[in-house]
């Protein structure tokens, strides 16, 4: 079955500190993995997937398949990244996005 | 491009009453999702289509829960009865079929929350 998981419900970093937002997985095959964010007032959108290696925002992701992470981390947090960010995995025959709970991340000035 | 479209933005109805919401995906995507995603919680799968047929929709309470996509595009979610528990967001996803070779995201509308007092 597959399944996400995000440790923490709120992160609160100060401006300019680095921050990492945590995803685990189970999945028995190769996924694809994303980061949706969520900023208020706005439609979820994607932030950045495993597959693209880009960064987006300042924002990197790598997945480690031996720890079936995909944690996501930003060396110098801005108060623009606070948002609701959730860690998604798509099954390698088209199956649906499955989400994680989601975590809040608020950068403080 | 035009976005993923939903109607209404918000609704509140009374217990046991029947709602229906709308979606319009991006022109050209076969892929349409409906989730459900309650306060607190991730977006939660309630049906997958691929074009007009249903590919998933394992975790539909078939008993109130009804979705259509007739004609392989708009889609329409139904709730009759509806309960209390049933108040969340419901969004609305498109993406391009899988192993297109393009990029398969998931692209999502701005949701339709409802209310059931």
């Known amino acids: 079955a597959q399944r996400v998981t995000q440790p923490e419900k709120l992160l609160s970093v100060f401006k300019g500190a680095p921050v990492e937002l945590k995803c685990n997985y189970s999945y028995s095959g190769s996924p694809e993995l994303f980061w949706y964010v969520q900023y208020s007032r706005q439609r979820l959108q994607l932030l950045l997937r495993h597959i693209s290696r880009e960064s987006i925002k300042g924002f990197t992701a790598d997945l480690n398949k031996g720890e079936t992470s995909f944690h996501l981390k930003k060396p110098f947090a801005q108060e623009e990244d606070s948002a609701m960010y959730y860690c998604a995995l798509r099954g390698n025959y088209g199956q649906n996005f499955v989400f994680g709970p989601g975590t809040r991340l608020s950068v403080l000035p | 491009e035009a976005g993923v479209a939903q109607s209404p933005r918000y609704k509140i109805i009374e217990k046991r009453q029947s709602v229906a919401f709308w979606c319009n995906p991006i022109?050209?995507?076969?892929?349409l999702y409906w989730y459900q995603q309650i306060l607190g919680q991730g977006p939660k799968l309630l049906i997958q289509?691929?074009?007009?047929?249903?590919?998933?929709d394992s975790q539909l309470p078939k008993d109130r829960f009804s979705a259509e996509r007739l004609k392989g595009v708009d889609s329409t979610l139904k709730i009759q009865p509806a309960k209390l528990e049933d108040s969340a967001v419901y969004l609305c996803?498109?993406?391009?079929?899988?192993?297109?070779?393009?990029?398969?995201?998931?692209?999502f509308g701005q949701g339709t929350r409802l209310t059931v007092v």
């Open positions: 996803a498109s993406s391009l079929a899988p192993r297109t070779g393009g990029n398969t995201e998931a692209f």
């Open positions: 289509f691929q074009n007009n047929g249903v590919v998933d």
């Open positions: 022109s050209g995507h076969a892929t």
